[in-house]
């Protein structure tokens, strides 16, 4: 018989933003680090459906899975912690949720029952993590927001009955709470962590585990006092301070233990954990090299990385691969829209390659579109990404005379329409569940720039848009000085485009960054960097 999944719930209590998503990738790291096979799941509250309609200022980058689900940036980090492709199933908002139910009873599956939160939520919810954890020595479900807020309410009572559906045994809790430090009497308070346990409590949970983030370390003392107040063992408690990287948090969490105690309390046997390899890639995260290159990012969203967290980070990891530092600008899409050539020269100085981000409307495209033509004509590196590849296109046609030329998304009656939807997407445009989303296969140019950084021709790369480039100009692009060197197996689709007799000018119309991981950069990232380095 196969083994039982062992659980681990991840809450949080006293505010958001204390890294749950973070803590939940790392026990996920330790335990895949001990030879487990692990998945993440989170459960959002949200009313929405998936995160494809939410605004990415508001919200962060939308994820996108190989299977296409679009999802909160956590399952980013699940992915780059865990190294592990995610999918559909490790992404619950509660809409989606709301949807099963009431899909349900309009089908007649109640039979004339009454349907209530409690049981029939409570068992869709219960099911969606079952589902999930198939297969998996341990699932770990990380439940959004805090514990206590109404919002939340249906999947901490979900999670607690679960410990009842599957044996207390095979679940553990885990509460991240914060510890705040007060300068003027030198003193890290438990007081609100206490609270955060008691409502937890509360709703019929014991935790089993307490991780305690902090600004700056707190002494030893704070998890006695933690200790005697919510009943957790003392070596349960794991007290984790900010951390100069991300990557870091497992590491911190491996010297407290926890990973250990967690086992235990399971029942897991586990070998002893290999984090070498991460070790490594911390360490040169945290490297500074005799080596910076400057990439301007041409983006809509300003100042939130956030907004565009994969593709940061990905260019970090390509930094780390390459020895050198990456020091990333910001230039803001739309100012860069009203300027004159000079003008965008003038921008565009000092940065050794530029980054054209994906993104959606009319807002902060004619900037896009004069950056491409810059670094077409001045030989700048350019890496184009989804919208990028786009504006590419656009430049391209534009420069070699096709004035207008624009995608049908912010012009619909272009003269030359050069980027339009495919007749199966018309009429759709603003709806949500219409795009070309996930994994889809490309084939590349042998001897293309894009085969050479891939060191191979076959691709499967992940995809979030609605609008493709229109094979009614495809054999003009040579004579734009632009080369399609990616295509769908069967030809009908461009993936990826270059720009001929440049130094690196690669643009696609995937999201390279959704498979870059920390350890693995991606080889589109790689290969940017790289030539702003033979610069
Ligand atoms: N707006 C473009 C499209 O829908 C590009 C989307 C993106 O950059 N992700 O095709």
Known sequence: MAKATKYIFVTGGVLSGLGKGITAASIANLLKARGLSVNLQKCDPYLNVDAGMLNPREHGECFVTKDGAETDLDLGHYERFLDEELTQSSSVMQGRVLLRVIEDERHGKYQGQTVQIVPHVMSAVQDFIKEASQGFDVHIVEIGGTVGDLESQSFVEAIREFGLRVGRDNCLYVHVVYLPYLGASHETKTKPAQNAVRELRGMGITPDVLVARSEQPAGRHAIGKLSMFSGVEPEAIALLPNAPSIYQVPLTLEDTGIADVICHKLGLKTKKADLNPWRDMVKR???????????????????????????????????????????????????????????????????????????????????????????????????????????????????????????????????????????????????????????????????????????????????????????????????????????????????????????????????????????????????????????
């Open 285 to 535: 995260s945290m490297k500074t090299y005799d080596h910076t290159v400057r990439v301007g990012i041409i983006a809509k969203y300003m100042d939130n990385e956030d907004t565009y967290l994969c593709v940061f980070e990905a260019l970090r990891a390509a930094g780390w691969w390459n020895n050198t530092n990456v020091d990333i600008t910001w230039i803001d899409a739309e100012k860069l829209g009203d300027k004159t050539e000079a003008e965008v020269a003038a921008a565009l100085q000092g940065v050794n390659g530029i980054v054209i981000t994906g993104g959606f409307g009319t807002r902060g495209v004619e900037g896009k579109i004069k950056a491409a033509q810059y670094a077409m004509a001045h030989k700048l590196p350019c890496l184009g990404l989804c919208y990028g590849l786009q504006m590419s296109v656009i430049a391209a046609a534009r420069a070699a005379g096709k004035m207008g030329a624009n995608t049908t998304e912010v012009d619909a009656d272009t003269k030359y329409p050069v980027i339009t939807t495919m007749a199966d997407q018309k009429g759709r445009e603003n709806t949500g569940g219409t795009m070309r989303l996930g994994d889809y296969p490309c084939h590349l140019t042998a001897g293309s720039k894009a085969a050479e950084v891939y060191g191979t021709t076959k691709i499967v790369e992940r995809h979030r848009h609605r609008y493709e480039c229109n094979n009614d100009f495809r054999d003009q692009y040579e004579s734009w000085g632009i080369r399609a060197s990616g295509l769908s197996p069967d030809g009908r689709l461009v993936e990826v485009i270059e720009a001929i007799d440049h130094p690196f000018y690669v643009a696609s119309q995937f999201h390279p960054e959704f498979k870059s991981r920390p350890n693995r950069p991606h080889p589109m990232f790689k290969g940017f960097v790289a030539s702003m380095l033979q610069k």
